[in-house]
């Protein structure tokens, strides 16, 4: 099977546009190749599932599997289609949700034996092709059954199937190595309060995430366990909305010894903030557990899952990243994407996910530039200065009460407190950055 007629997708091609400009996988990064700092994964939800529909228009996808009508025939083509393409492309790390992978039976015990008859052909794939799994999460708000969430469910038996569901997900993890595993939770919220428990759903969330975890170890499944946030949308509101949101959430229900956060791009945007915002929160938390690249339309008000081609905030993330040590022990960069329903051909798939390998192998070179030249350290350090001598110190280290400080300010006149400030000189920290990016990129 073809997937394109792409022959060369590496540094050969740079002036042709078809080919990596900034990703060299081994490439020594600091203490590090570049393929590990990045990890890139495929998720196989939009990859090869995703028709490229819009609210107003069907699906415009060419795929070469489609040929196949019978639904186990094209869940087994699929998987050729997908090897291939990760061959062609050069990732090392792959990630799905169960219900991606094959068509649901008429109960969960076929669904189950349809899942396995494909999971046993990535298997054999990956005996030979030595591609991981960064991580795989199920699929519990396409169904109807989910009408009303799965974990914050009102109905028990949605509950109960949940839990079943996520059993042999888990089951799965171990069988081809998920080096994550990834809840998002969504339906997990509410379209109103009137109706709504809101503490007792929340708790159910709580319940179903500690038996996760409680199962994974019994079966011996050693993945990271990850919450991802997303505000909004599907739901009224959902419940993890944030990274602090679910940071404080994790915290009240004593999973943040086992949990860690998978933050996404274009999540962070509906929630109203940016990107490093939302991975500045993980790492200052020491939740940082791994990525999903994608970027929103600032002009659209919902999760388009756009492939990242922001050089400005790719550098700003890898930045948080490098300061994090990488990220997380396990995480990677999934690419929770997909073309524009424009981009519909085979080829597509290449070049849409190649601008995004680029665009965060540009990242991290900036990135790592700004570090070593130590750009952003010494404008932080120097910004809080004054908190290492005098009443500075005397209050990071406790010394001084409210008394103190009341004796130490009581006779400060306004030109002494506005002696000291100092400007931030903000626009100049942005046209530095700005020089960054073009001297580094341009050598």
């Not at 590990?36 to 994964?41: K, M, T």
């Not at 999973?255 to 791009?265: C, M, P, T, V």
Request: proline letters at 3%; a negative charge; charged letters at 25%.
């Amino acid at each position: 099977m073809v997937v394109c007629q792409l022959i060369c997708v590496g540094n050969g091609e740079l002036g042709s546009g078809k080919g990596f400009h900034y990703y060299n996988p081994d490439e020594q990064i600091g203490d590090r190749k570049m393929r590990d700092w990045l990890r890139f994964s495929v998720a196989y939800w939009h990859t090869f599932d995703q028709r490229l529909v819009a609210p107003f228009g069907d699906g415009t996808a060419i795929r070469p599997y489609d040929k196949y009508t019978d639904p186990m025939d094209n869940a087994l083509a699929k998987v050729d289609y997908a090897f291939e393409f990760y061959d062609k492309l050069g990732v090392d790390y792959l990630a799905f949700h169960d219900r991606d992978l094959a068509p649901e039976g008429d109960t969960l015990r076929e669904t189950n034996k349809n899942l396995d008859k494909v999971v046993d052909k990535i298997v054999e794939y990956q005996k030979t092709s030595g591609k991981k799994v960064l991580w795989n999460t199920s699929n519990m708000f396409t169904n109807p059954r989910f009408v009303a969430g799965a974990a914050t469910s009102p109905y028990a038996d949605i509950f109960a199937y949940s839990a079943a569901q996520i059993k042999h997900s888990l089951e799965v993890g171990k069988r081809v190595g998920f080096e994550n595993y990834v809840f998002w939770g969504g339906r997990e919220g509410y379209e109103s309060l009137w109706n709504t428990d809101m503490k007792l759903e929340q708790e159910h969330a709580a319940k179903l995430f500690h038996l996760a975890k409680d199962y994974a170890n019994e079966i011996g499944f050693d993945a990271q366990m990850l919450l991802e946030p997303k505000p909004k949308e599907p739901t009224t509101h959902q419940y993890d909305f944030d990274a602090a949101t679910t940071i404080a959430f994790m915290k009240e229900y004593g999973l943040d010894k086992d949990f860690k956060l998978n933050l996404e791009g274009n999540h962070a945007n509906l929630a109203g903030h940016t990107y490093q915002h939302e991975v500045r929160v993980a790492r200052d938390a020491n939740m940082l557990g791994s990525l999903d690249a994608n970027q929103g339309d600032k002009l659209i008000g919902w999760d388009i899952d756009e492939f990242p081609s922001d050089l400005y905030d790719a550098v700003a993330v890898m930045y948080e990243v490098i300061e994090n040590g990488g990220i997380g022990p396990r995480g990677g960069l999934n690419f929770d994407s997909k073309p524009r329903r424009s981009s519909f051909e085979p080829n597509d798939l290449l070049y849409s996910h190649m601008v995004g390998m680029d665009t965060f192998a540009a990242g991290l070179r900036v990135a790592m530039k700004m570090k070593k030249d130590g750009v952003l350290e010494n404008l932080v350090s120097d910004r809080y200065s004054s908190y290492n001598s005098g009443v500075g110190a005397d209050i990071e280290s406790g010394k001084a009460g409210l008394k103190e400080l009341e004796d130490y300010s009581l006779d400060k006149t306004p030109a002494d407190l506005r002696a000291a400030t100092h400007s931030d000189h903000l626009e100049q920290v942005k046209n530095t950055i700005n020089h960054y990016i073009i001297d580094t990129l341009s050598k």
